[in-house]
Structure formats: C-alpha cells, structure tokens
C-alpha cells in the first residue's frame, strides 16, 4: 500500500440541496482526487455563521493522507466544490458545497491564495467540533493548544448539533 507523505484535515460544509448526498459525494471525490481518507468525524448540523439568514449547513471534518502540495490540495479542494455545483456569489453565503484546508501537516503558511492553519478555525465551533471527534490531540502550529483545548476555549455560541437525519 502506498504511503502519504502528507496529513491534512479538511471541513466540508454545505447548506443548499441535499446536503447530505453532497458531503458524501465530497468524500467519494477526496477520495479519487487528493489521497486517502484516514477518518471521517459526525456530521453536525450547524447556523450559518458570518450571514446568518440563510440555511442551516451540515459540516463535517475530514483526515486525508495526500502526495499533494499545499497549493495542489486547494485546487483540487476548489475543483471538487465546482464540479459539485459551487457558486461564489458571495462571501460567507449558501453553498452547495464548501471545502476548507484546517491543518496541513505542521505547517504554517500564509499566502495570499491560502492560509494554513486556517485563520479563523479557533473562534469557529461548527469547526472545531466535527474536528474533535477525529483530532482531538492535534496541536494547532502557532497556538500551541490542542484541538480539544481551542474547542474549550471557543467564544462560539452558534448551535452545532449532531446530525441525526439519514446518513
């Protein structure tokens, strides 16, 4: 079996159509296109943050081992959200599908296409708690705090609750 050089956890979100079909088909491309699919936490169900009127999006966090680069990975994380039904009509607006880079080994990076750790994942429940269930150990690269510790430490007040619709 072939070895991933890289570690990189993802969040998957979506809030329009069948959204959950969508984050499975999210999967299914991962899988064909950026590596190996380690873990896969819950899906939770979560308000839109930054635009709240708007629905709810089911998100769930992904930990793929992948040969890509950095930059590799985001095209192809970009490229699955098109071919998925992606439109960029506005910031932080409904999407069919959104697939964001969290962690990406150890590394810190910040380009203007990209940053990793991704900025705003420590005041961001609806992703620190999909995340938990697979990486609760993971020690964020600048912060020095554990997955679980940012998740405690979240100012967030938005619900996120487990999804217990058909899966």
Known sequence: MKHHAHTAYLLLGSNLGDRVVTLHRALVALAGKAGRLVAVSG??????????????????????????????LLAACQQIEADLGRERLELWGPRTLDVDILFYDDLVLDTPAL????????????????????ATTYVHPQLGKSVADLLADCPDKLPVEPWLGDL
């Open 43 to 72: 899906v939770y169900e979560t308000a839109a943050w930054g635009q709240e009127a708007q629905p709810a999006f089911l998100n769930q966090a992904v930990q793929l081992n992948t040969d890509l680069a950095p930059e590799q």
């Open 115 to 134: 940053t990793i750790p991704h900025p705003r994942l420590p005041e961001r429940l609806f992703a620190l708690m999909p995340l938990a269930d697979i």
